[in-house]
């Protein structure tokens, strides 16, 4: 019997796809439950003040509807700030559904409609009467800077000397760039299904990035015996960070559950996937200085974002700017402002998505001040060490990135001139831009079990937003067993599996990757070693040589039945993986070039994209097609930063005014041209054991800031505060 | 709960979804994609936006393309109703849903049922003809996950299998 072909590497088709494409892949709210009962959210439409009186008998007198739920007959849940905090709270006191009087931002939940169908419970909803005493409220950034205060965060040490530096070099960019409020937008509204047991246990189906994220809040926030919580997540319909928190659907859901004893669904509706987290809006300041040789000489990078007034959200938006470039002088500060508002919570590629923007416009502009091709400018100030912390790379293969990316998209053939190349009405630009994030690894756990028939069942609570997560573990899993991927099922998207860190940060892979790698090792080895124990013809056979298919354990051309090796039992192990300890004295993080072309017509304001060659340096690829997968999502979703996505506020309401998918623009598929993924080779043994970084979030990062780049090579203007609308490219 | 009257009568509806016949009592305000995922158990017609904004809901109502979160169940009396439950042959899946699987055209899968059954739709209207009619016809189904180069590789490859439709012009 051959060794299995390795399955990393392979561009295996997904594993879930025939169940996403018949759609019998079931997500939160399609679980069905005996009596199932429906909730509708009733939100405030006012940004502060405090609930006066809630007149629910209009609402009750529906025939279907079963109860109101609001703060003044909800079910006891926990006072205090400590069970609301999760495992992605940011700093101060979590938001409490439903817990008092208090209005703190414009759509918070105030009060639940349970019916018997979702029809019922959305009407009587419109029928509950809520009196509010208004207070003054203040929702916009621009207008509160004197109430900026410093972040939570410990930012890198000043190094050099920026003041000196700054003021001494010749060529100097000072630039104030500025991005909207984004909202992710998961194709899925959030939705929770719980689902009351016989036994009165809990089974909760809920849109959410860590399973056991969920199941902790709820035993904490209702105090509920942890063996009496139990959260799925089989299927996940897009989140993209909106799903690292419980989100207040899951609170109303289950507190409806235990006070009626029912099963209960609450599905949010477009409208109010606009009441909870989202990325902050900010204003980006960039000083940088550079010699005639466009070496950079001094770097500050200063960014200030908005806030809830009851938690700190805090994310890397200013750290870059000390990694990704050579310089010996470099200053940062990063601010927040508290406003009426709900708190800002991670989106895909959270903190680099803003602060590359700042970073990679601002470069663009200096090597215009130094009359330097900008990627050139990039190539001058490559370094492999991160000045943060002066640490190496484990690896950083950013120059083969421009080598590969600058080939494939012809970059040699670009006239630095801006307004250079026009088509019709059209002018046409290129621009570049770079890109960075962080590879990091997470503890993670992991067990393996092989049934006497030779299938292998390995799970961990880890979940698949999309990701592929299904998928690259099954590969990982039988490359390290020694198995065909048909014969391994991986089970993930259950809090009662191993315990798994949330899905992001694109450290899925790195942190499960590595325990399920693990324990399928050490299941092998189990294997072998009950083998040899009772062949012992077997005893000096190398481990390397043993296969396990068709039931049988297999040396060569010799079979041996599971079934008597195992003695007609399951074998199952476990483990609890740390991250790996070569990663101590290194840096970690994977990098990018983003190359685009950008059509304008000047007379109509439209910027159409037509071309994107992203390179990326992700150390190994597990799966190139689902991991291409991901850098063209991100891709796109940096097309509709640059040119598209902002939440806009009407700050004397205090509310967002173009919550739905009509207003709130994202690219459809014609806005998306040609766009070439290329990954780079980057071997690297230290950054974890399956020398892989994650791909989640790179794809996205800098493409706003080439896009940008390219407007202003296409037309000479540039343009700073995003996205770059028509309104914007019309004014003068 | 009350004991009042229920705020209207039920409608007597017939339809057919995937082949199967339906006789419904409907209330008059229930909409077709509420239909299929509540009371028939279609959760496949995914929910995103209930506006018409998102196509996620996308189904074929004698065999041309809908929102099923506009159209109110009741206007579907007598009609034939075709699903993403419906569109693969038993076990076997339909070249289309094969094509979404190989060219990897969706990550989330949310939705992808209704790209498919847009897809369905759009080469039955015999106006995609080339790489940009094609994105422009599949341009009333927003991706999140930002598929969308896929998806249209998937529609193009699978088009001269659908309907007997030429090929598409790069």
């Known amino acids: ?732 | 709960m009350s004991d009042c009257e229920p705020l209207a009568a039920l409608l007597p509806i017939q339809l057919t979804v995937n082949g199967q016949h339906h006789l419904l009592q409907l209330p008059p305000w229930l909409t077709l994609l509420d239909l299929l995922r509540d009371q028939l158990d279609l959760v496949g017609t995914r929910k995103g936006c209930d506006h018409g904004q998102c196509g996620a809901c996308t189904v074929l109502r004698n065999g041309r393309r809908v929102n099923a979160c506009l159209t109110l169940a009741v206007m579907c009396d007598g009609d034939t109703l075709t699903t993403i439950e419906g569109v693969a042959q038993g076990g076997t899946l339909h070249p289309l849903q094969q094509a979404f699987i190989r060219h990897d055209a969706f990550q989330c899968g949310y939705c992808t049922p209704g790209q498919i059954c847009s897809a369905l739709g759009l080469a039955s209207e015999g106006r995609a003809h080339t790489r940009d009619e094609i994105r422009e016809g599949m341009s009333g189904n927003l991706c999140r996950c930002g598929a969308y180069s896929n998806i249209t590789a998937a529609v193009e490859e699978a088009l001269p299998l659908m309907n007997g439709q030429g090929g598409c012009r790069p």
């Open chain 1, 1 to 732: 019997m051959n060794l299995p072909q390795p399955s990393n590497g392979q561009p295996l088709d997904r594993i879930d796809g025939p169940a996403k494409v018949t759609g019998t892949a079931r997500y939160a709210g399609e679980y069905p439950a005996p009596g199932l009962l429906h909730g509708s959210v009733v939100g405030s439409p006012i940004a502060r003040g405090s609930v006066r009186a809630i007149d629910c008998s209009a609402a009750l007198a529906v025939p279907g509807v079963i109860a109101v739920l609001h703060h003044q007959n909800r079910p006891p849940m926990a006072g205090d700030d400590a069970p609301y905090q999760d495992a992605d709270a940011a700093d101060g006191q979590p938001f409490r559904p439903l817990f008092n009087d208090q209005v703190l931002y414009s759509g918070q939940p105030l009060a639940l409609v349970v019916a018997q169908t979702l029809e019922l419970a959305r009407y009587a909803g419109t029928l509950v009467r809520i009196e509010i005493d208004e207070q003054p409220h203040q929702t916009d950034l621009l207008c509160a800077f004197d109430q900026a205060h410093d972040a939570p965060v410990e930012l890198p040490k000043p190094r050099g000397d920026f003041a000196s530096a700054y003021a001494q070099a010749p060529f100097k960019v000072d630039a104030t760039y500025s991005t909207p409020v984004e909202h992710h937008n998961p194709m899925e509204p959030h939705a929770s299904t719980v689902i009351y047991q016989d036994d009165g246990s809990l089974l909760v189906h809920d849109k959410t990035q860590g399973t056991q994220n969920s199941q902790d809040y709820l035993v904490q926030v209702f105090n509920l015996p942890k063996d009496r919580v139990r959260v799925r997540a089989a299927y996940v319909g897009g989140a993209f960070g909106s799903g690292l928190r419980p989100q207040y659907q899951l609170v109303l859901a289950t507190m409806a559950a235990l006070n009626l004893k029912r099963s209960v669904r609450v599905s949010l509706t477009r409208q109010q996937m606009f009441t909870f987290g989202y990325r902050p809006r900010t204003v980006q300041r960039l000083r940088l200085a550079a010699d005639a040789q466009g070496r950079l000489q001094a770097i500050h990078h200063e960014a200030i974002a908005q806030t809830s007034r009851f938690e700190d959200f805090t994310e890397h938006v200013v750290e870059w700017s000390g990694m990704l470039y050579r310089c010996d002088n470099v200053a940062m500060a990063y601010k927040l402002v508290p406003l009426d508002v709900y708190t800002p919570l991670d989106m895909r590629a959270p903190g680099a998505a803003l602060g590359l923007i700042g970073l990679e416009c601002a470069m663009d502009e200096l090597a215009r001040q130094v009359g330097m091709d900008p990627l050139a400018l990039r190539r001058v100030n490559f370094t492999d060490i991160n000045g943060n912390e002066g640490k190496p790379y484990s690896s950083k293969a950013l120059l083969a990135c421009y080598d590969q990316g600058a080939a494939v998209f012809g970059w040699h053939r670009r006239e630095a001139r801006p307004r250079c190349r026009c088509e019709g009405h059209e002018l046409i630009g290129w621009g570049m831009a770079g890109g960075a994030w962080e590879a990091m690894q997470m503890k993670a756990s992991a067990r393996a079990r092989l049934d006497s028939e030779g299938h292998l069942w390995v799970g961990s609570a880890t979940t698949d937003i999309g990701t592929g997560t299904y998928t690259v573990m099954t590969q990982i899993a039988a490359d390290a067993a020694s198995m065909a991927v048909s014969d391994v099922t991986f089970e993930l998207g259950d809090s009662a599996l191993p315990t798994a860190p949330l899905q992001g940060g694109s450290f899925t892979v790195s942190s499960v990757g590595s325990a399920v790698r693990q324990v399928c090792q050490l299941l092998r080895g189990a294997l072998v070693k009950a083998a040899k124990a009772q062949y012992p013809a077997l005893a000096g056979e190398a481990p390397e040589r043993f296969v396990v298919r068709e039931g049988k354990l297999w040396v060569g051309d010799s079979g041996y039945a599971l079934d008597t090796i195992l003695q007609g039992h399951a074998l199952e192990v476990k483990v609890d993986a740390e991250p790996s300890a070569r990663r101590q004295g290194f840096a970690t993080a994977t990098h990018s070039a983003v190359f685009v072309e950008v059509r304008v017509d000047e007379a109509l304001g439209t910027v159409r994209v037509t071309r994107v060659v992203s390179a990326i340096a992700a150390g190994r690829v597990i799966n190139p097609k689902t991991a291409r997968s991901q850098i063209l999502g991100g891709v796109v979703w940096g097309l509709g930063m640059a040119l598209q996505e902002h939440t806009q506020t009407d700050h004397g309401l205090g509310r967002f005014m173009n919550h739905n998918l009509a207003e709130y623009h994202m690219p459809v598929n014609a806005d998306i041209g040609d766009i070439e993924v290329i990954f780079v080779d980057e071997p690297d043994d230290i950054v974890n054991e399956l020398g892989s970084k994650g791909v989640g979030e790179i794809g996205i990062i800098g493409v706003a800031a080439a896009v940008a780049n390219a407007v202003q090579h296409a037309t000479g203007r540039r343009m700073r505060d995003f996205p770059l609308t028509v309104d914007k490219l019309l004014a003068d």
